[in-house]
């Protein structure tokens, strides 16, 4: 059986950037939901029991849309931080650096991206499949585990996760993902990446 993980920080410990009634339901609700259907749709597969990414990995359909919405909020809760990390450090800055020109144009990059994607959906910084930063874009429940790639920071852009705070407006969400991005996470992920 999978389950919902606890968040790593209080409800409100985000605050005022994302409020505790978001949190409330975007964890307490909308994950918590995608817990429960992936749990049932996975009942009597052959892939009941079976670790969530190997569950995303090889569903089709629904059980898909929900596994990689668990996979990926899960994650997401791990990128978030209070009071945020400001940059990141060592080896994924001078990295960040050498593809980007500077940690700036790389958070330009990444906001273009993750606000211009139509509809719901994702926007990551992952180690390509043949090794490589990328900023990645995923509509819907996309997640690019699927393709190979290594995962690093990601922002959730579903209206769902910014619409109580912000209203329509994914560029201030974007702006205070920002403010509370843990680069820490991103940096261990990095030092610890498959290939490295
Ligand atoms: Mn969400």
């Not at 999978?2 to 409800?11: F, Q, R």
């Not at 990141?88 to 500077?102: E, F, V």
Request: with cysteine; aromatic share 12%.
């Amino acid at each position: 059986m999978h389950s919902l993980p606890d968040l790593p920080y209080a409800l409100d410990a985000l605050s005022p950037l994302m409020s505790a009634e978001t949190l409330r339901y975007h964890h307490g609700k909308h994950h918590k939901s995608y817990v429960k259907k992936t749990n049932e749709l996975l009942q009597g597969t052959p892939l009941e029991g079976k670790p969530i990414e190997e569950v995303v990995k090889a569903a089709k359909g629904s059980l898909f849309d929900n596994a990689a919405q668990h996979y990926n909020h899960s994650f997401f809760w791990q990128c978030l931080t209070p009071g945020g990390t400001a940059a990141p450090k060592a080896s994924l800055l001078q990295d960040i650096t050498t593809r980007w020109g500077s940690l700036d144009l790389f958070k330009e990059d990444f906001g273009k991206k993750a606000k211009g994607l139509f509809g719901s959906g994702w926007c990551w910084l992952t180690v390509a499949a043949g090794g490589g930063l990328e900023v990645v874009p995923t509509p819907d429940a996309g997640t690019p585990i699927v393709g190979g790639a290594y995962p690093l920071l990601v922002v959730d852009v579903w209206e769902h996760a910014y619409y109580i705070d912000y209203r329509n407006s994914r560029k201030g969400y974007i702006d205070a993902f920002w403010k509370l991005a843990d680069w820490d996470v991103a940096e261990r992920r990095y030092r610890e990446r498959p290939s490295a």
